[in-house]
């Protein structure tokens, strides 16, 4: 039976719920409402992934329309919905993901399904085949398939990578979106893996790795003979990533960063296995992803202060220029379109509005507002963000960011990114604004390490966790602690994963600078953390001795730069939030370091979420965190 529901029935309760705002950690700790939505291929309706009720759910809609359907609902709110595709116009291949605990590690495996648009004719993507025999029992409960490709020209099938017990890897296979039918395309043997296809489903590109090395292979159409592209160093050598192939299948276009500090996209000659120039680029930034679309390069994505999209066709540059220009006053870009592209969504944010969907019908020159990320903040008065300047003092330009409350002088919270290979901007940032909602000035740096802005920035990350990284931080600082808007006296560091632990380093380098310390999935052992990930995988702990280093033979510097070998420099109070189903930072780093802590008659607060993950992906759990970050706030940083 069809579930249809008004979006504006939605939307009227919550925002009568949000006239009875609880507190700041029930508004601004809720999760996009909506997100990742895609147009069907012949424009008649859209998809996204939605919270409803706490819950993830796939819902559609027509295009243009806010009436929904949900065609698919999760049961545990730890679950994750990871991707939603077209197969057709009317029926979706949803990846969604659930963390299990395997070998000593949480994991997440996915499982995949196929449905109608309107939710029914559900069927479990899964290689039953594969798994007759008893003794593979446990393989077969945690099988987990990931899509491949869309399969644009065929009506009935997609591709997937499913792990096969015969061949001891993850192997591509063509499945029958509506009979759950495997027929094996090629073997992932021999631990190779990473398969790019083409539109028409020709296996054109994996990998295989070997220790250190990753080389790169290429099979013609036509062919059974893999040859090496290229081989690659994974602890330090140039991106090399490929894309498509050109139609004369001489060339194929890369995303590399070959004789140059960023990256850009580039012919490659398959016969001479050599780099030419580049196709396209961005000055003095890497282009961050390729957007590929019937197996062609249709566009490319880069970040500045804010995440930009560029087209390559001259039609989709018009769109996206008008859609530039139709939102003035918003950052605004085309995230999905229709076959022929008449029909788009756009995603239209700025630094203090929630991002929205919009719906654009170019043949009828139509557009619709669809919903907003945050509807329950829509109506708050939200602060603006500013980009800003600093210079390390070994001299080392930053670009970073600085959201000031209309209370002044305000306390400060220093806000340093996860990662740390990743980087921060002036995008719509809920935990951004619920700092300042509390009347808290936010800094947000791109300290060296950080993504975006070149290798040799990137780099210069490597082995300093708690040092070079570090001082970058606690130099912004210093320089914005001049700035009159500012309470110098009254500040406190928070982070999550990576800018958990610099939370942590500061709390025992700069222990009398600051108020408070927070730490959500945060790092209190380098060593223990690279063991880890070493035991979890060979080439995973080959790159982190690499970028923080070896626990085997640095292992004093690396506790030097840990929290739980520096407990009797702690002097200040520290909040520990950790999920016990995180995937990526054992929540054992949070624990161990509470009961040192708390031994040593430290100041220290500690809030484990049984079903909590890394990024905290069920609702009520986030609204804990945030709780438990505004109740700590207010004790140890009161703003008046």
Same mark, same amino acid.
């Given at each position: 039976?069809?579930?249809?529901?008004?979006?504006?029935?939605?939307?009227?309760?919550?925002?009568?719920?949000?006239?009875?705002?609880?507190?700041?950690?029930?508004?601004?700790?809720?999760?996009?409402? /909506?997100?990742?939505?895609?147009?069907?291929?012949?424009?008649?309706?859209?998809?996204?992934?939605?919270? &409803?009720?706490?819950?993830?759910?796939?819902?559609?809609?027509?295009?243009?329309?806010?009436?929904?359907?949900?065609?698919?609902?999760?049961?545990?709110?730890?679950?994750?919905?990871?991707?939603?595709?077209?197969?057709?116009?009317?029926?979706?291949? %949803?990846?969604?993901?659930?963390?299990?605990?395997?070998?000593?590690?949480?994991?997440?495996?996915?499982?995949? &399904?196929?449905?109608?648009?309107?939710?029914?004719?559900? /069927?479990?993507?899964?290689?039953?085949?594969?798994?007759?025999?008893?003794?593979?029992?446990?393989?077969?409960?945690?099988?987990?398939?990931?899509?491949?490709?869309?399969?644009?020209?065929?009506?009935?099938?997609?591709?997937?990578?499913?792990?096969?017990?015969?061949?001891?890897?993850?192997?591509?296979?063509?499945?029958?979106?509506?009979?759950?039918?495997?027929?094996?395309?090629?073997?992932?043997?021999?631990?190779?893996?990473?398969?790019?296809?083409?539109?028409?489903?020709? %296996?054109?590109?994996?990998?295989?790795?070997?220790?250190?090395?990753?080389?790169?292979?290429?099979?013609?159409?036509?062919?059974? !003979?893999?040859?090496?592209?290229?081989?690659?160093?994974?602890?330090?050598?140039?991106?090399?990533?490929?894309?498509?192939?050109?139609?004369?299948?001489?060339?194929?276009?890369?995303?590399?960063?070959?004789?140059?500090?960023?990256?850009?996209?580039?012919?490659?000659?398959?016969?001479?296995?050599?780099?030419?120039?580049?196709?396209?680029?961005?000055?003095?930034?890497?282009?961050?992803?390729?957007?590929?679309?019937?197996?062609?390069?249709?566009?490319?994505?880069?970040?500045?202060?804010?995440?930009?999209?560029?087209?390559?066709?001259?039609?989709?540059?018009?769109?996206?220029?008008?859609?530039?220009?139709?939102?003035?006053?918003?950052?605004?870009?085309?995230?999905?379109?229709?076959?022929?592209?008449?029909?788009?969504?756009?995603?239209?944010?700025?630094?203090?509005?929630?991002?929205?969907?919009?719906?654009?019908?170019?043949?009828?020159?139509?557009?619709?507002?669809?919903?907003?990320?945050?509807?329950?903040?829509?109506?708050?008065?939200?602060?603006?963000?500013?980009?800003?300047?600093? %210079?390390?003092?070994?001299?080392?330009?930053?670009?970073?960011?600085?959201?000031?409350?209309?209370?002044?002088?305000?306390?400060? %919270?220093?806000?340093?990114?996860?990662?740390?290979?990743?980087?921060?901007?002036?995008?719509?940032?809920?935990?951004?604004?619920?700092?300042?909602?509390?009347?808290?000035? /936010?800094?947000?740096?791109?300290?060296?390490?950080?993504?975006?802005?070149?290798?040799?920035?990137?780099?210069?990350?490597?082995? !300093?966790?708690?040092?070079?990284?570090?001082?970058?931080?606690?130099?912004?600082?210093?320089?914005?602690?001049?700035?009159?808007?500012?309470?110098?006296?009254?500040?406190?560091?928070?982070?999550?994963?990576?800018?958990?632990?610099?939370?942590?380093?500061?709390?025992?380098?700069?222990?009398?600078?600051?108020?408070?310390?927070?730490?959500?999935?945060?790092?209190?052992?380098?060593?223990?953390?690279?063991?880890?990930?070493?035991?979890?995988?060979?080439?995973?702990?080959?790159?982190?001795?690499?970028?923080?280093?070896?626990?085997?033979?640095?292992?004093?510097?690396?506790?030097?730069?840990?929290?739980?070998?520096?407990?009797?420099?702690?002097?200040?109070?520290?909040?520990?939030?950790?999920?016990?189903?995180?995937?990526?930072?054992?929540?054992?780093?949070?624990?161990?370091?509470?009961?040192?802590?708390?031994?040593?008659?430290?100041?220290?607060?500690?809030?484990?979420?049984?079903?909590?993950?890394?990024?905290?992906?069920?609702?009520?759990?986030?609204?804990?965190?945030?709780?438990?970050?505004?109740?700590?706030?207010?004790?140890?940083?009161? /703003?008046?």
């Amino acid at each position: 039976m069809k579930n249809h529901v008004l979006i504006t029935i939605i939307f009227f309760l919550l925002y009568a719920h949000s006239c009875f705002a609880q507190n700041n950690a029930q508004l601004f700790g809720n999760l996009a409402m /909506v997100s990742d939505v895609s147009v069907s291929p012949d424009g008649s309706s859209i998809a996204a992934k939605m919270i &409803y009720e706490g819950m993830p759910t796939v819902v559609t809609a027509p295009f243009g329309s806010t009436e929904i359907a949900f065609a698919a609902k999760l049961k545990d709110p730890a679950d994750r919905i990871e991707s939603i595709d077209w197969v057709n116009k009317n029926r979706l291949f %949803i990846t969604a993901s659930r963390p299990e605990f395997i070998n000593g590690f949480y994991v997440r495996l996915n499982t995949a &399904y196929a449905v109608n648009a309107d939710g029914s004719d559900l /069927v479990v993507i899964e290689n039953k085949a594969a798994y007759k025999k008893q003794e593979s029992a446990f393989v077969r409960n945690n099988q987990s398939i990931g899509l491949l490709n869309d399969l644009i020209h065929d009506d009935q099938h997609v591709q997937v990578l499913a792990y096969d017990p015969r061949d001891l890897g993850y192997s591509v296979f063509k499945v029958n979106v509506y009979t759950n039918s495997f027929e094996k395309i090629a073997s992932g043997a021999g631990d190779r893996t990473d398969f790019i296809s083409d539109i028409n489903g020709n %296996i054109l590109f994996s990998t295989i790795t070997k220790k250190n090395l990753t080389t790169i292979y290429y099979k013609a159409i036509g062919s059974e !003979q893999w040859v090496d592209l290229k081989t690659l160093d994974i602890t330090g050598d140039i991106t090399f990533q490929p894309v498509s192939v050109s139609d004369d299948g001489k060339s194929i276009l890369v995303k590399t960063d070959f004789d140059s500090n960023f990256d850009y996209i580039a012919k490659f000659d398959i016969a001479e296995k050599r780099i030419g120039d580049k196709l396209f680029s961005v000055d003095g930034h890497d282009i961050d992803n390729v957007i590929i679309k019937n197996g062609q390069l249709v566009g490319y994505g880069y970040t500045k202060d804010f995440y930009e999209r560029t087209f390559i066709s001259p039609q989709q540059i018009e769109y996206n220029n008008k859609v530039k220009a139709l939102f003035k006053n918003r950052h605004s870009y085309i995230t999905s379109s229709s076959k022929d592209g008449q029909r788009v969504v756009v995603y239209s944010e700025t630094d203090h509005n929630p991002g929205r969907y919009y719906t654009i019908d170019f043949a009828t020159k139509k557009a619709d507002f669809w919903l907003s990320q945050y509807p329950l903040l829509e109506q708050q008065q939200l602060a603006p963000v500013q980009p800003i300047d600093v %210079i390390s003092k070994d001299g080392q330009p930053m670009r970073g960011y600085l959201t000031l409350p209309k209370n002044k002088p305000a306390p400060l %919270i220093v806000f340093p990114h996860g990662g740390p290979h990743a980087r921060d901007a002036m995008g719509f940032d809920p935990f951004v604004q619920f700092f300042a909602a509390q009347g808290y000035a /936010v800094l947000q740096v791109n300290f060296r390490g950080s993504s975006g802005y070149g290798n040799d920035f990137l780099q210069q990350g490597y082995k !300093q966790w708690g040092l070079k990284m570090q001082d970058d931080l606690m130099d912004a600082v210093d320089q914005v602690r001049k700035n009159p808007a500012i309470d110098k006296n009254k500040s406190c560091v928070v982070g999550a994963s990576y800018g958990g632990y610099s939370a942590l380093v500061a709390s025992f380098q700069r222990p009398q600078q600051f108020n408070c310390f927070i730490s959500i999935s945060g790092i209190s052992d380098l060593a223990a953390m690279v063991k880890r990930d070493t035991e979890y995988s060979e080439q995973l702990g080959l790159y982190m001795k690499t970028a923080v280093g070896d626990y085997n033979t640095e292992s004093d510097k690396l506790n030097a730069v840990s929290a739980l070998y520096q407990i009797d420099k702690i002097q200040q109070p520290i909040l520990l939030v950790h999920g016990v189903k995180d995937t990526r930072v054992s929540f054992k780093q949070s624990l161990e370091l509470y009961n040192k802590l708390k031994s040593n008659d430290k100041v220290v607060e500690y809030l484990e979420l049984e079903n909590g993950t890394h990024f905290f992906d069920e609702e009520a759990d986030r609204k804990q965190a945030f709780a438990a970050m505004e109740q700590f706030l207010n004790r140890y940083l009161p /703003v008046h």
